[in-house]
T-cell receptor, first 117, second 111 residues
Framework: AQKITQTQPGMFVQEKEAVTLDCTYD???????LFWYKQPSSGEMIFLIY??????QNATEGRYSLNFQKARKSANLVISASQLGDSAMYFC??????????????FGGGTRLMVKP | DTAVSQTPKYLVTQMGNDKSIKCEQN?????MYWYKQDSKKFLKIMFS???????INETVPNRFSPKSPDKAHLNLHINSLELGDSAVYFC??????????FGSGTRLTVV
């Protein structure tokens, strides 16, 4: 079974509008971490935002916020006021368990976001 | 001040050759990883090393051999390259309580 599912292979958004990228996850471990990364066409993986399973509040980083719904096992990324530079692949990832040596990230299949001027 | 650096960035080689990709991190992290990103952009863990010790070894052909001379370096050696090995290979590092930092990737093309 997929541990991380991103159901939107591609999305368009108008510049300056907000967009939500979906991510659902599957784990039986009570301790886990959820990450979002951006991969522009240049190829590098850029960390955007992190949410721990015990965090009480949704994470925010500038224009990025994470809509964490624990009971639904979803961790959607919200980008406010989209910019042309936001056009990229976006990956949701999970670390199962508390951080220990070797706890790797498991990635979803990604969502390609295209921002229209 | 590159945090996780990989060399080379691009690698084009013929089938059957042996090649290596080097990775170094200057973050003081204790764990390093190799991920493979295929043509459909799917990222999959290959190996993980903690303080030079192999922690994770996913189902990867034994033509792939990681080597960690010290905790700041994790190299990937690939023997007898095949067309299906063409991909982008990412090195990453992490530390207890911290996040995961990725290198800029190595695009391997086997012809």
């Amino acid at each position: 079974a997929q541990k991380i599912t991103q159901t939107q292979p591609g999305m368009f958004v108008q510049e300056k509008e907000a967009v939500t990228l979906d991510c659902t996850y599957d784990t039986s471990d009570p301790s886990y971490g959820l990450f979002w990364y951006k991969q522009p066409s240049s190829g590098e993986m850029i960390f955007l935002i992190y949410q721990g399973s015990y965090d009480q509040q949704n994470a925010t980083e500038g224009r990025y916020s994470l809509n964490f719904q624990k009971a639904r096992k979803s961790a959607n990324l919200v980008i406010s006021a989209s910019q042309l530079g936001d056009s990229a692949m976006y990956f949701c990832a999970m670390r199962e368990g508390a951080y220990n040596a070797g706890n790797m990230l498991t990635f979803g299949g990604g969502t390609r976001l295209m921002v229209k001027p | 001040d590159t945090a996780v650096s990989q060399t080379p960035k691009y690698l084009v080689t013929q089938m059957g050759n042996d090649k290596s990709i080097k990775c170094e991190q200057n973050l003081g992290h204790d764990t390093m990883y190799w991920y493979k990103q295929d043509s459909k952009k799917f990222l999959k863990i290959m190996f993980s090393y903690n303080n030079k010790e192999l922690i994770i070894n996913e189902t990867v052909p034994n033509r792939f051999s990681p080597k960690s001379p010290d905790k700041a370096h994790l190299n990937l050696h690939i023997n007898s390259l095949e067309l299906g090995d063409s991909a982008v290979y990412f090195c990453a590092s992490s530390r207890t309580g911290g996040g995961y930092t990725f290198g800029s990737g190595t695009r391997l093309t086997v012809v």
